[in-house]
């Protein structure tokens, strides 16, 4: 578990792309944010309150969130100089880099002598099982793609968000970098042995009896050539009862691929549907998300349209249209009331 | 690649079970062995001549193989002993087990001293990149399963034997440790990073342009929940254009899952071909190989009959019958002629 509130890490980022995975704490938990640090040449915000190390700690935060993404994913000097001091303010440290924390000698060393926690989000746990595919109890939703980066995290806590909003019981649960630091703990199921992908889906959504849902962020997409087979595991791991075809309006190709075409989305969904019977013989799709950044409003909304024809079921983009409509199919299938 | 010749080591085996590898090598590579090395309470034999150290050197062993299986994968006291026993005599170590002989300083130690070569084969290369799926020259086969362990290794080196015995160019690749040990070289599919499983299979399989096949051993299953996602990742990587499926006659659950019943082998090949096609349009079933070891030969040639009615394939125990019904019909599909 990592420890919140966020003092959330910016370093001297020039591009809005290059703090997504601050953004998105700070867009889908800003109650976990205390404010953000921005060092001397950075241009970008999230919008939190700026403040120093020595500041964050008298405002109660407890960790750091390194979350920049730069082309190698390395820890670059200021991080490092800058990690080193929150950790001497009183801060743990959570990074999404690929570049380990925890393996870097200096800041190991000041950890431990500090007494602070080092938290590298991109490295799984080591007491990973195999999954097993035992039903269990507890209800879950998967957010399955078309392809990678169409989505699915963004969907998956739109539907957290709205259920709450309705007094429904229902828990994001992270598979990614940017996810476990919005959700607190989560395993990053691309980078597990590929022996564990199912069972470290099951451990991150164990059996459940009080009648809540956890919400499984999906990965990949069975039609990727790269990452389908950590599709196929997360989806046997997550034993979903409910799933969300993610999908972005107007991609060309699949990502990292050109050339590649996006799958037929009615076979794409019957793939998922069919995969998924192995570990649940009942999953039911209950809704369609899409990205549609790319088209003007009125495209957008017909392309939904023509989405809910061909599929029967409803078609929204959780950014513009919210999941309204997603979250009364799920109520529907389901028998959902809410938690008085 | 592990140098050959190699010297089998028995260690204090009491079971034919926990010696399964090295006699795999023996059965199927006995060009590559010289003679195995048994302890002093070992039962049991691979049928190699046996030896020490020095003899083994002396008859132009490179490599002692530690092909042992036992319940936690571990190296005992023996073996450790007998590791540093054979490097010291000039032999380079290779090992099937969990515990790795690089992490054993000693090991470590003595290899670095005597200027020897461990080779850890569960352990993947660090190099792997992500598949891509694009399409590449050559010809593949793969083995595929209703479930683990069904024989898909011993069916894939066999169709390589009775190819070359047809002078057909034919090259086992290998993705499990007992593979890789009988090949020389390999990656351990399980083992890999989520992320990398189709691009560790792209690079065992890389394009090749000498009109040879490669036969690519499968692991797992698609309707395995622990192991699905390393079953597609393969299929994805593998690229093939000819399938293969495995399965054991009168297995009564998949392996490890109590209760859990085999899949239909006509849904099980529907699924895989339906899979590969992702990566291959063209992909086709060539055969059915079966484990038939649980049942009377007459019981098996009935069972392997319907089976053939059913798909419409040749079906054949590659240890009872061979292979050579399905390496017509391979050759009908291809147009395969033997190279003068």
């Given at each position: 578990?990592?420890?919140?509130?966020?003092?959330?890490?910016?370093?001297?980022?020039?591009?809005?792309?290059?703090?997504?995975?601050?953004?998105?704490?700070?867009?889908?938990?800003?109650?976990?944010?205390?404010?953000?640090?921005?060092?001397?040449?950075?241009?970008?915000?999230?919008?939190?309150?700026?403040?120093?190390?020595a500041e964050a700690v008298s405002q109660g935060a407890k960790t750091m969130i390194v979350g920049l993404a730069n082309a190698?994913?390395?820890?670059?000097?200021?991080?490092?100089?800058?990690?080193?001091?929150?950790?001497?303010?009183?801060?743990?440290?959570?990074?999404?880099?690929?570049?380990?924390?925890?393996?870097?000698?200096?800041?190991?060393?000041?950890?431990?002598?500090?007494?602070?926690?080092?938290?590298?989000?991109?490295?799984?746990?080591?007491?990973?099982?195999?999954?097993?595919?035992?039903?269990?109890?507890?209800?879950?939703?998967?957010?399955?793609?078309?392809?990678?980066?169409?989505?699915?995290?963004?969907?998956?806590?739109?539907?957290?968000?709205?259920?709450?909003?309705?007094?429904?019981?229902?828990?994001?649960?992270?598979?990614?970098?940017?996810?476990?630091?919005?959700?607190?703990?989560?395993?990053?199921?691309?980078?597990?042995?590929?022996?564990?992908?199912?069972?470290?889906?099951?451990?991150?959504?164990?059996?459940?009896?009080?009648?809540?849902?956890?919400?499984?962020?999906?990965?990949?997409?069975?039609?990727?050539?790269?990452?389908?087979?950590?599709?196929?595991?997360?989806?046997?791991?997550?034993?979903?009862?409910?799933?969300?075809?993610?999908?972005?309006?107007?991609?060309?190709?699949?990502?990292?691929?050109?050339?590649?075409p996006l799958p037929d989305l009615r076979d794409c969904l019957e793939r998922n549907l069919e995969a998924a019977r192995l570990?649940?013989?009942?999953?039911?799709?209950?809704?369609?998300?899409?990205?549609?950044?790319?088209?003007?409003?009125?495209?957008?909304l017909r392309a939904c349209a023509d989405i809910e024809d061909l599929l029967g079921l409803p078609c929204q983009d959780p950014?513009?249209?919210?999941?309204?409509?997603?979250?009364?199919?799920?109520?529907?299938?389901?028998?959902?009331?809410?938690?008085?």
């Amino acid at each position: 578990m990592i420890a919140a509130p966020y003092l959330l890490f910016l370093g001297n980022a020039e591009e809005a792309l290059s703090i997504k995975t601050s953004r998105g704490i700070a867009q889908w938990r800003p109650e976990l944010c205390v404010g953000e640090y921005r060092g001397p040449q950075c241009t970008v915000t999230t919008g939190q309150p700026q403040m120093d190390f020595a500041e964050a700690v008298s405002q109660g935060a407890k960790t750091m969130i390194v979350g920049l993404a730069n082309a190698g994913g390395y820890l670059d000097e200021y991080s490092i100089s800058s990690v080193i001091a929150a950790l001497e303010a009183g801060l743990d440290v959570a990074s999404g880099l690929h570049q380990s924390l925890a393996e870097h000698p200096e800041i190991a060393r000041i950890a431990k002598a500090t007494g602070r926690k080092l938290h590298d989000v991109r490295k799984p746990p080591a007491d990973l099982r195999v999954g097993k595919g035992y039903p269990r109890a507890g209800k879950r939703l998967l957010t399955v793609g078309t392809d990678c980066s169409v989505g699915k995290m963004y969907a998956t806590l739109a539907i957290e968000q709205e259920m709450q909003r309705r007094k429904l019981s229902a828990d994001f649960r992270a598979t990614g970098q940017t996810g476990i630091l919005i959700a607190q703990s989560g395993i990053p199921v691309d980078a597990v042995i590929a022996d564990f992908i199912s069972g470290a889906v099951e451990q991150i959504s164990p059996a459940r009896e009080d009648d809540g849902w956890d919400l499984i962020e999906g990965q990949g997409s069975l039609f990727h050539p790269s990452y389908a087979g950590v599709s196929l595991g997360l989806l046997h791991g997550a034993q979903p009862d409910a799933l969300v075809l993610c999908h972005e309006l107007g991609r060309e190709h699949m990502r990292g691929i050109p050339g590649r075409p996006l799958p037929d989305l009615r076979d794409c969904l019957e793939r998922n549907l069919e995969a998924a019977r192995l570990t649940n013989p009942d999953v039911q799709a209950v809704g369609v998300a899409v990205n549609s950044s790319k088209l003007p409003r009125d495209q957008a909304l017909r392309a939904c349209a023509d989405i809910e024809d061909l599929l029967g079921l409803p078609c929204q983009d959780p950014i513009a249209h919210g999941v309204a409509k997603i979250t009364d199919r799920l109520s529907e299938c389901f028998e959902l009331h809410a938690v008085v």
